[in-house]
């Protein structure tokens, strides 16, 4: 397999909360048609990683490029709307919310439909909201979730739960997709039906970053991995080379 181009380039990225190095000194580089697994043990600095290049969180040193542009400390709204997308550890659903509203939300960031309703809607408004509408039906039927789409999205199942999460990322037509846990908490035949679905997604041209526990997920799927350790990168490489490493290995059994 070839990875495409270079969508996501990041150097010497740090972040610290008070004493703590959440993220430190990290160089890390994203294709297109790539899946990059990062792991490493609980407090590694995964979530931190992924709020930094998502924009929720700003980098106390390092650079963050995408597509070649500068967007260090670009706000979150901004690089979604670049074509950057993130999923949440723990799935986003709001009480009274039906599974499509849930994935309408994801789209907001390219359109103006949602800033821009106003009581009398014009033409071109009502126009909007209808690509957005159609955007979050495709999303959701690339997704398999097209069924649901009339559900209240806290009565899905997580299983379900963590796959709206993506078509929530995916009803942007994101280039980059960062997953903070996607598999976590599901069962066997869930977690096989979510790896499928990032193959298919990496098969179209789009950059995954992956943040897993599940070791035999990560390195049945990804192309890639990184493995942080207290903020710092431990080992970057092919699953083989990185499954082999001693360093890896005393990381995770603490030996
Ligand atoms: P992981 O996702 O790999 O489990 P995190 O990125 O959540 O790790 O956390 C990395 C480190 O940064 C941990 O020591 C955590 O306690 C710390 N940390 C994360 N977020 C914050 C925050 N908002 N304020 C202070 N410390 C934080
Ligand atoms: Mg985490």
């Known amino acids: 397999r070839s990875p495409g181009r270079v969508r996501l380039q990041v150097s010497g990225l740090t972040k610290r909360f008070g004493g703590v190095v959440a993220v430190g000194d990290v160089d890390l580089v994203l294709h297109d048609s790539e899946i990059l697994g990062v792991i490493g043990p609980n407090g590694a600095g995964k979530s931190t990683l992924i709020n930094l290049l998502s924009g929720v969180l700003t980098p106390t040193e390092g650079r963050i490029e995408f597509d070649g542009e500068d967007v260090t400390r670009a706000p979150a709204h901004k690089v979604a709307a670049k074509g950057l997308a993130r999923t949440f550890q723990t799935p986003v659903v709001f009480g009274g919310m039906s599974v499509l509203e849930t994935v309408l939300v994801g789209t907001y960031t390219v359109g103006r439909a949602g800033i821009a309703r106003s009581v009398i809607p014009t033409p071109g408004v009502l126009r909007e909201e209808r690509q957005l509408r159609e955007a979050a039906e495709a999303a959701l039927a690339r997704c398999g979730l097209a069924h649901l ?107």
């Open 149 to 255: 789409a009339d559900v209240e999205a806290d009565q899905l199942s997580l299983g379900h739960q963590k796959v709206l999460e993506i078509a929530r990322g995916l009803a942007g037509r994101p280039a980059v997709l960062l997953l903070d846990e996607p598999a976590a908490g599901l069962n066997r035949a869930e977690k096989q039906r979510m790896a499928a679905l990032l193959r298919e997604l990496r098969a179209e041209g789009i950059a995954l970053l992956l943040v897993e526990h599940d070791m035999e997920m990560v390195m049945e799927l990804v192309d890639r991995v990184h493995v942080l350790e207290f903020g710092k990168t431990l080992r970057v490489g092919t699953p083989d080379e990185v499954r082999s490493d001693p360093e890896v290995i005393r990381a995770y059994l603490g030996v």
